[in-house]
C-alpha cells in the first residue's frame, strides 16, 4: 500500500513539473535521459538509441527499467558527426527518442518513448578545443575604433571610461580616420586614450586583386572598421572593440588564449566582432583577415559574422568560442555570457537589469546609435553601465595604470565622469533603479553624481600612479603610431 501511495505522489509531483530544459551533449559524449510511460511493459528487449537525423540506431550504453516510475533510464551515445551535418539546422538539434520491442510480443512492434515529461531536445555542441596558456598572451591593450570623421556619441567616452576604472589596460587607444569634431566628447576621450590616425584599409594579397574582388574603396565606415580590428589585433594584439561595447569585469582569463571571440545566434550561429582578444600574429585573426581579402560583393554580415563560424568549426583549437552554447535562464530568456551582445531592445527595456547582466564582462550593444526610435533612445540605460564601473571601482580602488604615461589630475577624471553622466541624463537616460544596482555601488553613485567634490574624494583611491608591470607576464606589444593628443 505505502508503495502504491508513494508512486502516486511521485507520479503526481511529476505531473506538476514544468517541461524540461533541453539536454546540451557534446559530439562523441553521452546524455543520460528518463523514457516512458512504459504502459507496464517492463519485459523489453532490443532497447535503442535513436536521434532523427542521425539515421543510425545503437543500443543504449546503460539503461534499466523502474517499474515505480514506469519508465527507462537510458545513458545514450553522441555520435560523431561531422558538423555539416547538424551546421545547416539553426539551432543544431536532434530529437531523442528510445525504440525497443516488448519480450512478450511474437510480432515484434516497435514501440518508441520520448524523455520523461516532455519531448527530450539534444542540442549538439561542438568540441571547439582552443588551450588555455599558463600565463597571459593578449597583451594588455585596449583599441576602439571610430571611423567615418562624424562627431563622437557620449557612448564612446563611456566606453573608454569603463575600461579605464574596471579593467585598467596598460594602454587605450582610440582610432579614426578622420578626426571628429572638436567638441567635450573628443576632450572626454583625450583624456582617457590616445587618439592614433589610420589610413583606407588595403588588401594584402596579390591573389585577391582580381576584377572580380569589390574595392575596399567602395567600403562603408563600419565595414572598414571590421578590417581595421584585426589589422590592429594581427600587428600588435590586445584587446579590439566598438565604442558600443562597456567594460563591466575581469577580462584576465581570457587573455590567456590566443583569440577569443563571443558566439551569438541571431538567428544563425555567428561569431560577435564587435569585440575580439587577440595575441599579436594569432592564426584565427589572419583567417578572418583573409576572408575580408577574398570578399566579392556578397552580403556583409555573411563575411564578417557568419563565416567566421565556419571558420572556426573548421579550426576547432584556434580561437575561444565565448558564450557557447548560449545559456539560458530557468524562464527560457538568453541568459548573457562572459562576452555579452545584447540588442538595443533589450538594452532599452527597464526591469531587466539584473537578468541582462550578471556575470557580464564585455557588453556590446550593436548598432547603438541607430535605436529605432527617439523614444528607445531615451529609455537606454547607459547610466547604469556607468555605475556598474563606478562601483567596481570604489569596490577595488583601480591604480589606472593606462594613464601612467598619460596623468590626467583628479578634477579630469572627475570632469569626464560627470561630462558623460550629465549628457546622458540630459539625453533623457533614467537612472538605474535601486534594485537594479551592484550592492556594492559606493554611496557617492548616483545619487550625488553632479557632485563633483563628492566624487573626487571617491574616486581619490583610484589614482594611485602605477607601479610595477603586468603581473600575469603579457608582453607590452603596443607600436606607437600616429598620434593626435
Same mark, same amino acid.
Given at each position: 500500500?505505502?508503495?502504491?501511495?508513494?508512486?502516486? %505522489?511521485?507520479?503526481?509531483?511529476? =505531473?506538476?513539473?514544468?517541461?524540461?530544459?533541453?539536454?546540451?551533449?557534446?559530439? #562523441? +559524449?553521452?546524455?543520460? !535521459?528518463?523514457?516512458?510511460?512504459?504502459?507496464?511493459?517492463?519485459? @523489453?528487449?532490443? !532497447?535503442?538509441?535513436?536521434?532523427?537525423?542521425?539515421?543510425?540506431?545503437?543500443?543504449?550504453?546503460?539503461?534499466?527499467?523502474?517499474?515505480?516510475?514506469?519508465?527507462?533510464?537510458?545513458?545514450?551515445?553522441?555520435?560523431?558527426?561531422?558538423?555539416?551535418? &547538424?551546421?545547416?539546422? @539553426?539551432?543544431?538539434?536532434?530529437?531523442? *527518442?528510445?525504440?525497443?520491442?516488448?519480450?512478450?510480443?511474437?510480432?515484434?512492434?516497435?514501440?518508441?518513448?520520448?524523455? $520523461?515529461?516532455?519531448?527530450?531536445?539534444? *542540442?549538439?555542441?561542438?568540441?571547439?578545443?582552443?588551450?588555455?596558456?599558463?600565463?597571459? %598572451?593578449?597583451?594588455?591593450?585596449?583599441?576602439?575604433?571610430?571611423?567615418? +570623421?562624424?562627431?563622437?556619441?557620449?557612448?564612446?567616452?563611456?566606453?573608454?571610461?569603463?575600461?579605464?576604472?574596471?579593467?585598467?589596460? $596598460?594602454?587605450? %587607444?582610440?582610432? /579614426?580616420?578622420?578626426?571628429?569634431?572638436?567638441?567635450?566628447?573628443?576632450?572626454? =576621450? $583625450?583624456?582617457?586614450?590616445?587618439?592614433?590616425?589610420?589610413?583606407?584599409? /588595403?588588401?594584402?594579397?596579390?591573389?585577391?586583386?582580381?576584377?572580380?574582388?569589390?574595392?575596399?574603396?567602395?567600403?562603408?565606415?563600419?565595414?572598414?572598421?571590421?578590417?581595421?580590428?584585426?589589422?590592429?589585433?594581427?600587428?600588435?594584439?590586445?584587446?579590439?572593440?566598438?565604442?558600443?561595447? &562597456?567594460?563591466? +569585469?575581469?577580462?584576465?582569463? @581570457?587573455?590567456?588564449?590566443?583569440?577569443?571571440?563571443?558566439?551569438?545566434?541571431?538567428?544563425?550561429?555567428?561569431?560577435?566582432?564587435?569585440?575580439?582578444?587577440?595575441?599579436?600574429?594569432?592564426?584565427?585573426?589572419?583567417?578572418?583577415?583573409?576572408?575580408?581579402?577574398?570578399?566579392?560583393?556578397?552580403?556583409?554580415?555573411?563575411?564578417?559574422?557568419?563565416?567566421?563560424?565556419?571558420?572556426?568549426?573548421?579550426?576547432?583549437?584556434?580561437?575561444?568560442? !565565448?558564450?557557447?552554447?548560449?545559456?539560458?535562464?530557468?524562464?527560457?530568456?538568453?541568459?548573457? +555570457?562572459?562576452?555579452?551582445?545584447?540588442?538595443?531592445?533589450?538594452?532599452?527595456?527597464? #526591469?531587466?537589469?539584473?537578468?541582462?547582466?550578471?556575470?557580464?564582462?564585455?557588453?556590446?550593444?550593436?548598432?547603438?546609435?541607430?535605436?529605432?526610435?527617439?523614444?528607445?533612445?531615451?529609455?537606454?540605460?547607459?547610466?547604469?553601465?556607468?555605475?556598474?564601473?563606478?562601483? #567596481?571601482?570604489?569596490? =577595488?580602488?583601480?591604480?589606472?595604470?593606462?594613464?601612467?604615461?598619460?596623468?590626467?589630475?583628479?578634477?579630469?577624471?572627475?570632469?569626464?565622469?560627470?561630462? !558623460?553622466?550629465?549628457?546622458?541624463?540630459?539625453?533623457?537616460?533614467?537612472?538605474?533603479?535601486?534594485?537594479?544596482?551592484?550592492?556594492?555601488?559606493?554611496?557617492?553613485?548616483?545619487?550625488?553624481?553632479?557632485?563633483?567634490?563628492?566624487?573626487?574624494?571617491?574616486?581619490?583611491?583610484?589614482?594611485?600612479?602605477?607601479?610595477?608591470?603586468?603581473?600575469?607576464?603579457? #608582453?607590452?606589444?603596443? =607600436?606607437?603610431? *600616429? &598620434?593626435?593628443?
Amino acid at each position: 500500500m505505502g508503495v502504491v501511495v508513494a508512486a502516486a %505522489v511521485l507520479l503526481a509531483m511529476s =505531473a506538476r513539473l514544468p517541461p524540461v530544459n533541453p539536454l546540451s551533449a557534446r559530439l #562523441g +559524449g553521452e546524455v543520460s !535521459v528518463l523514457f516512458g510511460p512504459l504502459n507496464g511493459a517492463h519485459d @523489453l528487449r532490443d !532497447v535503442r538509441c535513436h536521434l532523427d537525423y542521425d539515421g543510425d540506431t545503437r543500443p543504449p550504453r546503460k539503461w534499466a527499467v523502474s517499474a515505480l516510475l514506469d519508465a527507462i533510464n537510458a545513458t545514450c551515445a553522441v555520435p560523431h558527426l561531422p558538423h555539416e551535418a &547538424f551546421l545547416g539546422r @539553426l539551432p543544431p538539434r536532434a530529437n531523442l *527518442t528510445l525504440l525497443y520491442v516488448r519480450a512478450d510480443d511474437p510480432s515484434g512492434t516497435i514501440h518508441r518513448l520520448s524523455g $520523461r515529461r516532455d519531448r527530450v531536445v539534444l *542540442t549538439y555542441l561542438f568540441p571547439f578545443s582552443a588551450p588555455k596558456r599558463e600565463r597571459a %598572451v593578449v597583451p594588455d591593450v585596449l583599441h576602439v575604433l571610430h571611423l567615418g +570623421g562624424a562627431a563622437l556619441p557620449v557612448w564612446a567616452c563611456l566606453s573608454l571610461l569603463t575600461a579605464a576604472l574596471v579593467w585598467n589596460p $596598460r594602454h587605450i %587607444v582610440l582610432h /579614426v580616420d578622420a578626426l571628429p569634431p572638436e567638441d567635450d566628447a573628443l576632450r572626454c =576621450a $583625450r583624456s582617457l586614450a590616445r587618439v592614433e590616425m589610420h589610413a583606407q584599409p /588595403v588588401r594584402r594579397n596579390a591573389s585577391a586583386g582580381a576584377a572580380r574582388v569589390v574595392p575596399f574603396a567602395q567600403l562603408r565606415a563600419d565595414q572598414r572598421s571590421d578590417i581595421l580590428r584585426l589589422d590592429l589585433l594581427l600587428e600588435r594584439g590586445g584587446v579590439a572593440i566598438e565604442p558600443d561595447t &562597456f567594460v563591466l +569585469g575581469s577580462i584576465d582569463r @581570457l587573455r590567456r588564449h590566443d583569440f577569443s571571440i563571443a558566439f551569438r545566434r541571431a538567428p544563425l550561429p555567428t561569431l560577435e566582432n564587435g569585440m575580439m582578444l587577440s595575441a599579436p600574429r594569432a592564426p584565427f585573426a589572419a583567417l578572418l583577415r583573409d576572408a575580408f581579402d577574398r570578399w566579392r560583393g556578397e552580403p556583409w554580415g555573411r563575411v564578417s559574422l557568419e563565416l567566421p563560424f565556419r571558420l572556426a568549426m573548421r579550426e576547432p583549437s584556434l580561437a575561444r568560442i !565565448v558564450n557557447y552554447p548560449e545559456a539560458r535562464w530557468p524562464n527560457g530568456r538568453k541568459r548573457p +555570457g562572459t562576452m555579452a551582445v545584447l540588442s538595443v531592445q533589450t538594452f532599452a527595456e527597464r #526591469g531587466k537589469l539584473r537578468d541582462a547582466y550578471g556575470d557580464v564582462a564585455l557588453l556590446h550593444v550593436p548598432a547603438l546609435g541607430h535605436a529605432f526610435s527617439r523614444k528607445a533612445r531615451e529609455r537606454g540605460d547607459l547610466l547604469y553601465a556607468l555605475t556598474h564601473a563606478l562601483a #567596481g571601482m570604489s569596490d =577595488a580602488p583601480a591604480r589606472l595604470h593606462a594613464l601612467a604615461t598619460h596623468r590626467m589630475p583628479d578634477e579630469a577624471l572627475c570632469a569626464s565622469v560627470l561630462f !558623460v553622466a550629465t549628457r546622458l541624463l540630459a539625453a533623457g537616460h533614467a537612472l538605474p533603479d535601486e534594485a537594479d544596482l551592484p550592492a556594492r555601488l559606493s554611496e557617492h553613485f548616483p545619487a550625488h553624481v553632479a557632485n563633483c567634490t563628492a566624487a573626487a574624494a571617491a574616486l581619490q583611491p583610484a589614482l594611485a600612479p602605477a607601479q610595477g608591470t603586468d603581473a600575469d607576464g603579457a #608582453g607590452d606589444a603596443f =607600436a606607437e603610431g *600616429t &598620434f593626435l593628443n
